[in-house]
């Protein structure tokens, strides 16, 4: 909207009568599945009834010359504050009317209304007439929910994982030391990149850390062979490579486009492995002793292997409950949602209890495609809120505690601030979609039958650097910056 439709002046104190509903005349024209374009008119009878009203909330405290206050004549007060009178019943009339076409027409609006009240005339004669865009929920049939059958991995979580875990945990504390040799597979570059076209360089970033793995991962492009690009390169060697640059990179004119980057190593460092000192028990959270450490490596592992439970059994119901799903939806839609599918994905991985650097590589995946998972999740979001409402699931205060407490419990940060940051970046919403989402997968699984499947942790073989070729990132959602070694925070968390 361009301008608001909502400054109506108040009514006076104690009257609580319900307003008059207007006789609206309402045409709707459906552009696409979640897009109606609405045009309204007010006739001349509910503007005069307005106009009447206005007036008569004047006259009390008009000041007009040679009359005491609200003593003027209402004929007097009604041209003289004409102009005055009129932008206040146009907003009324504008905020009246939007409401009440929206609850006539059972729309479900899921964004703001796009109207240009500026261009709203209230005229003189005759009856007021506007249009405005709406995106509403998509109407379908509910797809069948009941009785589906699901795989669920289960796996027990054994000695070897917490291990190999700790291993990890361990690296993320490990001393850096210099190395003048080639880097091997789990040591660190210093890296200075540039991206070109041609000889238009297109972005460049200095001294990024990288971890030397398989696949080398940019928020809109990925690089196979990462390992063995750089296997002979030494300290003040350069190495280039071919990039193809995501299809939804922010910058339209590049995508899909094969670039080079140039990769100048600065520097090598190998990881020197702590020991289970009491100091280093102290800094990764104050453990008494290496069996606490290690129990709580364990449960923080029970959280990641529920998250990638939850994560396999919502990609079955998902593809059950949307194959029939073929309606589109608008791209101004996906594209604004995209950066809340990211936050939602984040939230979800805060709270399971996985780190950084794991989420970072999670984001740049999905930022990578972001439409067509986003067209998906909007898809699975629309039928699941459907069947909300059909079961009566709904949220309430203790799930938003109990996901706050469980955000709070990996991050390290008191429930008070987690709330306060959601709250400050609008994140509530995306929450309270989660919860309900969450409870309405659990409403279905209730009703599914199970068949239990054997589990394995995802081994590590990407690495995920918070920079874009194209030098521009689409949204600027808040994605931990990656951490290694000795720069790492105090919390224990498994690298997966």
């Not at 209230?122 to 929920?137: C, K, N, S, W």
């Not at 899909?256 to 492995?273: F, I, Q, R, S, W």
């Not at 008070?416 to 509530?428: F, H, I, N, P, T």
Request: glycine letters at 4%; charged letters at 30%.
């Amino acid at each position: 909207m361009s301008d608001s439709a909502t400054a109506i002046a108040p009514s006076p104190a104690g009257d609580e009568a319900a307003p008059k509903p207007l006789n609206l005349a309402v045409a709707i024209e459906n552009v696409s599945t979640c897009q109606r374009r609405v045009k309204v008119t007010i006739p001349r009878e509910d503007i005069d009834r307005h106009f009447d009203e206005a007036v008569a909330e004047l006259m009390p405290t008009a000041l007009l010359p040679g009359f005491r206050p609200g003593r003027a004549p209402r004929r007097l007060v009604s041209s003289r504050f004409k102009s005055e009178l009129a932008e206040q019943i146009r907003s009324r009339l504008l905020a009246a009317a939007m409401t009440q076409a929206t609850e006539q027409e059972s729309l479900s609006p899921i964004s703001e209304p796009d109207l240009d009240v500026a261009a709203v005339v209230l005229p003189d004669e005759g009856p007021m007439t506007f249009e405005f865009a709406i995106e509403v929920r998509p109407e379908f049939e509910l797809p069948k929910w009941k009785g589906l059958s699901i795989n669920r991995p289960t796996r027990a979580i054994g000695d070897t994982d917490v291990e190999e875990s700790l291993g990890t945990i361990l690296r993320e504390r490990s001393r850096l030391v210099p190395h003048d040799g080639p880097p091997s597979a789990g040591d660190l570059v210093v890296a200075n990149l540039r991206f070109r076209d041609g000889d238009t360089l297109l972005s460049e970033a200095r001294e990024l850390e990288i971890m030397v793995r398989p696949k080398l991962s940019f928020a809109d492009a990925s690089l196979a062979g990462f390992d063995a690009l750089v296997k002979k390169a030494r300290p003040g060697s350069t190495v280039t490579a071919d990039v193809t640059i995501s299809d939804e990179a922010a910058v339209e004119s590049l995508r899909g486009k094969t670039v080079t980057m140039e990769l100048d190593v600065v520097e090598v460092k190998k990881l020197e492995l702590p020991e289970l000192s009491a100091a280093v028990l102290e800094e990764l959270g104050g453990f008494e002793s290496a069996e606490a450490l290690r129990e709580a490596v364990k449960k923080q592992l029970e959280g990641q292997l529920e998250w990638h439970r939850r994560r396999q059994v919502r990609q079955q119901v998902a593809n059950a409950l949307t194959a029939s799903a073929s309606w589109d939806l608008p791209p101004a839609l996906l594209k604004r949602q995209s950066l809340r599918e990211l936050e939602r994905s984040i939230l979800e991985l805060r709270r399971s209890g996985f780190d950084d650097d794991s989420i970072r590589r999670h984001v740049n995946e999905l930022r990578q495609s972001a439409l067509a998972s986003t067209a998906r999740a909007l898809k699975e979001h629309f039928i699941l809120e459907k069947i909300a409402e059909a079961e009566g699931i709904s949220d309430t205060g203790s799930d938003y505690d109990d996901e706050i407490r469980a955000i709070a419990a990996q991050s390290g940060e008191s429930p008070r601030r987690v709330r306060a940051s959601l709250e400050k970046r609008g994140l509530m919403d995306v929450l309270r979609n989660q919860i309900i989402e969450r409870k309405t997968l659990e409403r279905i699984e209730q009703e599914a039958s199970f068949k239990d499947t054997p589990f394995e942790f995802p081994r590590p073989d990407v690495d995920a650097v918070d920079h874009a070729v194209c030098g521009v990132v689409i949204g600027e959602e808040e994605i931990p910056t990656a951490q290694h070694a000795d720069s790492a925070d105090a919390r224990p968390g498994a690298r997966r």
